[in-house]
């Protein structure tokens, strides 16, 4: 058995919920276009920021934060993947990064949220 194995995170870490959402294709009457849909469930999972930035785009400043969020495996956290974003307390996260902690008992998800305004 490996140390990820023996990972213990106390449930009462799980204190926000997350919504996934998904890209989908709908009709807008003169074709199709990309919306977002809600994927499963509210989660619960922890939530810790790990950076802060800013970085210049065409003139503007944007400031974005890195946040590490962690649920429960199941057969749903299994499925999400980065071209998902996911909402909690209100603010959007684009999803960049996905990995199993300890053998099917939990997903990281590493995602980006921008500060406008």
Not at 103 to 114: D, G, S, Y
Request: glycine content about 12%; charged content about 25%.
């Amino acid at each position: 058995m490996g140390a990820g194995d023996q990972m213990a995170i106390p449930a009462g870490s799980l204190d926000h919920f997350v919504q996934f959402q998904r890209k989908v294709l709908v009709s807008d009457g003169l074709g199709h276009a990309e919306a977002w849909e809600n994927s499963g469930a509210p989660q619960p999972a922890s939530k810790r920021d790990i950076s802060d930035g800013e970085r210049w785009r065409a003139g503007e400043v944007q400031a974005h934060v890195t946040t590490r969020f962690v649920i429960r495996s199941s057969t749903f956290a299994r499925t999400v993947n980065p071209g998902w974003r996911l909402m909690c307390d209100g603010r959007m996260y684009d999803i960049f990064g996905i990995k199993e902690l300890g053998r099917n008992r939990w997903v990281e998800i590493t995602a980006a949220a921008r500060n406008d305004g």
